[in-house]
């Protein structure tokens, strides 16, 4: 209690505020996530998640992902909710109308409270106490309930508008608006407030901090203990402000709302005033602190998110304006004082921390620089070798021998040996060398002819060169310039095109960068120890590599930075999430600053890190699948993830949403995540919290999650495993059921037959034959669009269910009509137009069809039945063997006379080398119906044509 008098006094003997570091706000409205901009209530359960109460119902928070939670009776959502309690996984809800229920957090299954009108509850192991009218306590204690009551002096005082609120602090207290705080003890009601600490009904409540109670909302704060209420004494200028709620992290440290208007931080004896918005009609009404650096505040409108930032990055912008003929590129930094001369294309830039210079001269492109005691030497594309004065003013060009038989006019890579004051250049075909302000030259020839050398360093330990290409790592002894070793020979290197290469005295290492990632090696044997793959990079690509004064390796690369703790093995990834204005870097812009930070330049600019604020520790499960939605075109059903478990749902009636957030340790708003389904590519959710499980086909699925939290560090996910189910009757086994029932039966009708006729052996021919035909075209169809499709989807199954259908269809009306009288030869037509089309459509076969002659001549069903087999057989063969791009049928009835013509323009196709059975039943049928088969054959067309005389 002393404790809390001191932090009111202090902050009212303090006229002014001081302030503190920058903190950034985020209101979040029904524009952002929420339902509705009125949150009336927040409250966090032992999860670290929050639970809103919104003007339109019930909202789940978990930091980045705003969820609609949907009580089972619908009667109960969309409604005003005014304050929520939490007891035991319970969320008890207090709705502004009539109702109270209780929602259990692990199965979101609902308890009906009260459907009167409650204005408080408070919850003691098996003892509920509602406050339901201005006087009125129940009591519900194992199923009984007792009703107290509190005497008023004057019960006809209108508290309608008003309300009242409980608490259990070892006694029961009670508040009741313009009247007074009571305590219940020695089972009734004792009055403990004066006339000054009357209730008016709006918004006071009662707070536990820190074990100590206190009551909140008046003119003054109040500390109660037992039956005593006490007033904390305020300035008399200040005797009106209001404290309307308090959270405390520690004794030393809270947030606290003055007048609803004002939040104050309160640190170590400091009072800090927070700037959160510049709207002057919201109203802030509670306050939920997630971890130091976190806090949440329910408003009329809307939630309100305040972070301080990290602070952990600065980034620089010097870009030539859009008019200009140049676009700008960063490339090597040299430090000299207290400015920067940052090199690239067209211009060398001076930064001394304030602002940008360029230096004049003409556009120059700049590949790599170094400074000498007589001035800057400069690798250039285009232009050779230049040699820069001490004020990079003036400049020439120093004219390399080999530029004469190899025409060098780029050189990407520089180095000077100070120690012997030699000057290194290197180029495609050799690395020059010369004494620094000397004309004689010597050569090193590379052993990768053609391609460019990208960095040269010096091991002076061991008195080596480290030599960089597009192709690979040689090494020179210094003293002789020989080339004793080739690492890309010796399979050292696990990448080619290399980037940077840095040398790591404190661990004797050589670090190699390259499209690959890092390899790591001995810097005495240059034996591999690591392979870095930074395969968290969608374009690993390595621009420049830097050790930190903690000996932290640093790398920039075409798709961001990594931080690399070597001992631990533990990784910082940093992209644009996390500050960055740059998502490509470029080689050579890379250096450490004489403050420590380090400096990567980009296509935007360049980003300055600050190592000392970034934390390597590494995390263990910090991700959090903080729930499941399923989504149907009704309704949504929402539930908790349990570890270890599988979830599963039907792919046809649903799909699911995944939430995803973090411990509450981490800012989940900052941080970003990634998942991968059965070791798929990785899939980055640029910013949000969830994914979607769309369009996933029957299977089990294994779901790997990652994240990076706003400093970079891994956040690491529960594997997720999910079952999509569907339907027995839509499945691929069912099809394949189907058809093993349809050989089934086509093989016992064969059999049943052969029993019983086997002195009809023509008749079981026919039979055998036609099926063949008929159901055969129809199987082949069945197993050509199978064969066809990558992956069964509903539109294959449902064609395959068809096909095996009209197989079934076809062979009960074949068997019902072998007796058959006659039928008119349009229906023939009909029947095979609509067989052709949907069987040469499988292979985006052109078909076209005509009929000639009189529509009501009819044929015997023989010749019906033999017929239209036939012309199904022609089609099963052009579809297997032809090349055909366009089909055409003409059926033409002259006089009695029927022709029957298929004609193609697969002009490979031989009619009497095909192999199978099916054109020797053609054969077989016009024979026996005394017909005839004529074959056509051109440049350009197979045709096929069948002749019969109508009896």
Same mark, same amino acid.
């Given at each position: 209690?002393?404790?809390?008098?001191?932090?009111?006094?202090?902050?009212?003997?303090?006229?002014?505020?001081?302030?503190?570091?920058?903190?950034?706000?985020?209101? @979040?409205?029904?524009?952002?996530?929420?339902?509705?901009?009125?949150?009336?209530?927040?409250?966090?359960?032992?999860?670290? *998640?929050?639970?809103?109460?919104?003007? =339109?119902?019930?909202?789940?928070?978990?930091?980045?992902?705003?969820?609609?939670?949907?009580?089972?009776?619908?009667?109960?959502?969309?409604?005003?909710?005014?304050?929520?309690?939490?007891?035991? +996984?319970?969320?008890?809800?207090? @709705?502004?109308?009539?109702?109270?229920?209780?929602?259990?957090?692990?199965?979101?299954? @609902?308890?009906?409270?009260?459907?009167?009108?409650?204005?408080?509850?408070?919850?003691?192991?098996?003892?509920?106490?509602?406050?339901?009218?201005?006087?009125?306590?129940?009591?519900?204690?194992?199923?009984?309930?007792?009703?107290?009551?509190?005497?008023?002096?004057?019960?006809?005082?209108?508290?309608?508008?008003?309300?009242?609120?409980?608490?259990?602090?070892?006694?029961?207290?009670?508040?009741?608006?313009?009247?007074?705080?009571?305590?219940?003890?020695?089972?009734?009601?004792?009055?403990?407030?004066?006339?000054?600490?009357?209730?008016?009904?709006?918004?006071?409540?009662?707070?536990?901090?820190?074990?100590?109670?206190?009551?909140?909302?008046?003119?003054?704060?109040?500390?109660?203990?037992?039956?005593?209420?006490?007033?904390?004494?305020?300035?008399? +200028?200040?005797?009106?402000?209001?404290?309307?709620?308090?959270?405390?992290?520690?004794?030393?440290?809270? !947030?606290?709302?003055?007048?609803?208007?004002?939040?104050?931080?309160?640190?170590?004896?400091?009072?800090?005033?927070?700037?959160?918005?510049?709207?002057?009609?919201?109203?802030?009404?509670? /306050?939920? $602190?997630?971890?130091?650096?976190? /806090?949440?505040?329910?408003?009329?409108?809307?939630?309100?998110?305040?972070?301080?930032?990290?602070?952990?990055?600065?980034?620089?912008?010097?870009?030539?304006? =859009?008019?200009?003929?140049?676009?700008?590129?960063?490339?090597?930094?040299?430090?000299?004082?207290?400015?920067?001369?940052?090199?690239?294309?067209?211009?060398?830039?001076?930064?001394?921390?304030?602002?940008?210079?360029?230096?004049?001269?003409?556009?120059?492109?700049?590949?790599?620089?170094?400074?000498?005691?007589?001035?800057?030497?400069?690798?250039?594309?285009?232009?050779?070798?230049?040699?820069?004065?001490?004020?990079?003013?003036?400049?020439?060009?120093?004219?390399?021998?080999?530029?004469?038989?190899?025409?060098?006019?780029?050189?990407?890579?520089?180095?000077?040996?100070?120690?012997?004051?030699?000057?290194?250049?290197?180029?495609?075909?050799?690395?020059?060398?010369?004494?620094? #302000?000397?004309?004689?030259?010597?050569?090193?020839?590379?052993?990768?002819?053609?391609?460019?050398?990208?960095?040269?360093?010096?091991?002076?330990?061991?008195?080596?060169?480290?030599?960089?290409?597009?192709? #690979?790592?040689?090494?020179?002894?210094?003293?002789?310039?020989?080339?004793?070793?080739?690492?890309?020979?010796?399979?050292?290197?696990?990448?080619?095109?290399?980037?940077?290469?840095? /040398?790591?005295?404190?661990?004797?290492?050589?670090?190699?960068?390259?499209?690959?990632?890092?390899? =790591?090696?001995?810097?005495?044997?240059?034996?591999?120890?690591?392979?870095?793959?930074?395969?968290?990079?969608?374009?690993?690509?390595?621009?420049?590599?830097?050790?930190?004064?903690? +000996?932290?390796?640093?790398?920039?690369?075409?798709?961001?930075?990594?931080?690399?703790?070597?001992?631990?093995?533990?990784?910082?990834?940093?992209?644009?999430?996390?500050?960055?204005?740059?998502?490509?870097?470029?080689?050579?812009?890379?250096?450490?600053?004489?403050?420590?930070?380090?400096?990567?330049?980009?296509?935007?600019?360049?980003?300055?890190? *600050?190592?000392?604020?970034?934390?390597?520790?590494?995390?263990?499960?910090?991700?959090?699948?903080?729930?499941?939605?399923?989504?149907?075109?009704?309704?949504?059903?929402?539930?908790?993830?349990?570890?270890?478990?599988?979830?599963?749902?039907?792919?046809?009636?649903?799909?699911?949403?995944?939430?995803?957030?973090?411990?509450?340790?981490?800012?989940?708003?900052?941080?970003?995540?990634?998942?991968?389904? &059965?070791?798929?590519?990785?899939? &980055?959710?640029?910013?949000?919290?969830?994914?979607?499980?769309?369009?996933?086909?029957?299977?089990?699925?294994?779901?790997?999650?990652?994240?990076?939290?706003?400093?970079?560090?891994? $956040?690491?996910?529960?594997?997720?495993?999910?079952?999509?189910?569907?339907?027995?009757?839509?499945?691929?086994?069912?099809?394949?059921?189907?058809?093993?029932?349809?050989?089934?039966?086509?093989?016992?009708?064969?059999?049943? *037959?052969?029993?019983?006729?086997?002195?009809?052996?023509?008749?079981?021919?026919?039979?055998?034959?036609?099926?063949?035909?008929?159901?055969?075209?129809?199987?082949?169809?069945?197993?050509?669009?199978?064969?066809?499709?990558?992956?069964?989807?509903?539109?294959?199954?449902?064609?395959?269910?068809?096909?095996?259908?009209?197989?079934?269809?076809?062979?009960?009306?074949?068997?019902?009509? $072998?007796?058959?009288?006659?039928?008119?030869?349009?229906?023939?037509?009909?029947?095979?137009?609509?067989?052709?089309?949907?069987?040469?459509?499988?292979?985006?076969?052109?078909?076209?069809?005509?009929?000639?002659?009189?529509?009501?001549?009819?044929?015997?069903?023989?010749? !019906?039945?033999?017929?239209?087999?036939?012309? @199904?057989?022609?089609?099963?063969?052009? /579809?297997?063997?032809?090349?055909?791009?366009?089909?055409?049928?003409?059926?033409?009835?002259?006089?009695?006379?029927?022709?029957?013509?298929?004609?193609?323009?697969?002009?490979?196709?031989?009619?009497? *080398?095909?192999?199978?059975?099916?054109?020797?039943?053609?054969?077989?049928?016009?024979?026996?119906?005394?017909?005839?088969?004529?074959?056509?054959?051109?440049?350009? &067309?197979?045709?096929?044509?069948?002749?019969?005389?109508?009896?």
């Amino acid at each position: 209690m002393r404790f809390f008098k001191l932090f009111i006094i202090a902050f009212f003997l303090n006229s002014s505020f001081s302030y503190g570091q920058k903190r950034e706000s985020i209101l @979040y409205t029904i524009e952002n996530g929420l339902n509705a901009n009125g949150v009336n209530d927040i409250i966090k359960d032992k999860e670290g *998640n929050f639970w809103l109460g919104t003007d =339109v119902g019930l909202k789940k928070f978990d930091g980045i992902n705003f969820i609609d939670i949907k009580i089972k009776n619908p009667s109960f959502n969309k409604r005003s909710i005014r304050k929520l309690i939490l007891f035991n +996984n319970a969320l008890y809800i207090i @709705y502004n109308e009539k109702g109270c229920i209780s929602l259990n957090l692990s199965n979101f299954e @609902y308890t009906l409270i009260s459907t009167e009108n409650v204005d408080d509850i408070y919850l003691k192991k098996d003892t509920t106490y509602l406050l339901t009218s201005r006087n009125t306590v129940k009591i519900i204690k194992n199923g009984k309930t007792q009703i107290r009551k509190i005497p008023l002096l004057n019960d006809k005082i209108n508290t309608k508008v008003n309300i009242g609120s409980i608490s259990y602090n070892k006694y029961l207290y009670v508040s009741v608006p313009n009247t007074g705080i009571f305590i219940y003890k020695n089972n009734e009601f004792k009055k403990i407030s004066n006339q000054q600490s009357y209730p008016g009904g709006y918004k006071e409540r009662f707070d536990i901090s820190n074990t100590n109670l206190y009551y909140i909302g008046l003119s003054y704060p109040y500390t109660i203990k037992e039956d005593k209420i006490s007033k904390i004494s305020v300035p008399k +200028n200040l005797n009106r402000t209001v404290v309307s709620d308090i959270q405390f992290i520690s004794n030393n440290e809270y !947030y606290y709302i003055l007048g609803n208007k004002k939040l104050i931080h309160f640190k170590a004896g400091e009072l800090n005033e927070i700037e959160y918005t510049n709207d002057k009609n919201i109203e802030l009404r509670k /306050i939920q $602190i997630s971890n130091r650096n976190l /806090i949440y505040i329910a408003t009329n409108k809307g939630l309100i998110e305040i972070t301080i930032p990290n602070a952990i990055l600065e980034n620089l912008t010097n870009d030539y304006p =859009v008019s200009s003929e140049y676009f700008r590129v960063r490339r090597k930094i040299l430090e000299e004082g207290n400015q920067l001369f940052l090199f690239g294309n067209p211009a060398i830039v001076k930064y001394d921390f304030k602002k940008f210079n360029v230096l004049p001269g003409p556009a120059t492109s700049i590949y790599d620089a170094i400074k000498t005691e007589n001035g800057y030497y400069a690798a250039t594309e285009g232009k050779g070798l230049l040699f820069y004065d001490n004020k990079l003013l003036k400049f020439k060009k120093i004219k390399l021998s080999a530029e004469e038989k190899y025409d060098y006019s780029l050189y990407c890579a520089l180095y000077y040996d100070k120690d012997e004051d030699l000057i290194y250049v290197g180029g495609y075909e050799y690395v020059c060398y010369f004494k620094n #302000g000397t004309n004689k030259q010597y050569y090193i020839r590379n052993p990768f002819p053609n391609n460019m050398t990208k960095v040269i360093v010096k091991d002076k330990v061991n008195k080596r060169l480290l030599i960089g290409t597009d192709n #690979g790592v040689y090494i020179v002894d210094c003293k002789t310039h020989k080339i004793i070793k080739n690492l890309s020979y010796e399979k050292s290197l696990t990448g080619s095109i290399v980037g940077d290469i840095c /040398i790591d005295y404190s661990r004797n290492l050589a670090w190699i960068g390259h499209d690959k990632g890092m390899d =790591v090696l001995d810097l005495k044997t240059y034996k591999r120890k690591r392979h870095v793959s930074l395969n968290f990079f969608s374009n690993p690509k390595v621009a420049s590599i830097q050790i930190d004064n903690n +000996n932290k390796i640093w790398t920039s690369t075409f798709s961001g930075i990594s931080g690399y703790d070597y001992e631990n093995n533990v990784f910082i990834r940093l992209q644009k999430n996390n500050g960055l204005i740059n998502e490509e870097f470029n080689f050579k812009s890379g250096a450490k600053l004489n403050n420590g930070k380090l400096i990567f330049g980009g296509l935007n600019g360049y980003d300055i890190i *600050n190592p000392k604020k970034i934390p390597f520790n590494s995390f263990k499960k910090n991700g959090v699948i903080s729930g499941i939605h399923l989504f149907t075109n009704k309704d949504t059903l929402f539930s908790k993830f349990e570890k270890n478990r599988e979830f599963s749902y039907d792919e046809n009636n649903y799909f699911s949403r995944v939430y995803l957030t973090t411990t509450k340790n981490i800012n989940p708003s900052k941080s970003n995540f990634e998942y991968k389904i &059965n070791n798929g590519p990785w899939i &980055n959710l640029k910013g949000r919290g969830y994914f979607d499980l769309v369009g996933l086909s029957h299977n089990y699925y294994k779901i790997n999650i990652r994240g990076f939290d706003e400093y970079g560090r891994l $956040i690491t996910f529960d594997d997720l495993k999910v079952i999509v189910t569907q339907k027995f009757y839509k499945s691929t086994n069912f099809s394949i059921l189907i058809f093993i029932l349809v050989i089934f039966l086509v093989t016992y009708v064969a059999i049943l *037959n052969i029993k019983k006729n086997k002195a009809k052996n023509a008749i079981y021919e026919q039979i055998s034959m036609d099926l063949h035909d008929e159901i055969g075209t129809i199987l082949s169809r069945t197993t050509l669009l199978t064969k066809s499709q990558n992956e069964i989807n509903s539109e294959t199954r449902k064609q395959i269910i068809e096909y095996l259908n009209e197989a079934n269809f076809g062979l009960r009306i074949y068997i019902n009509t $072998i007796n058959a009288g006659k039928k008119p030869i349009i229906e023939l037509y009909d029947e095979t137009n609509e067989v052709y089309q949907k069987s040469l459509s499988i292979k985006n076969i052109t078909f076209t069809a005509d009929f000639k002659g009189n529509k009501k001549q009819e044929i015997l069903s023989g010749l !019906y039945r033999d017929v239209k087999l036939c012309l @199904y057989e022609i089609s099963n063969n052009i /579809i297997k063997h032809s090349n055909a791009t366009e089909v055409s049928l003409s059926i033409t009835e002259n006089n009695k006379n029927l022709y029957i013509s298929v004609t193609e323009n697969g002009t490979n196709f031989d009619f009497d *080398n095909t192999s199978g059975n099916g054109l020797g039943n053609i054969k077989k049928r016009t024979k026996r119906n005394n017909g005839d088969v004529f074959v056509e054959k051109t440049e350009t &067309n197979f045709k096929i044509t069948l002749y019969f005389k109508i009896y």
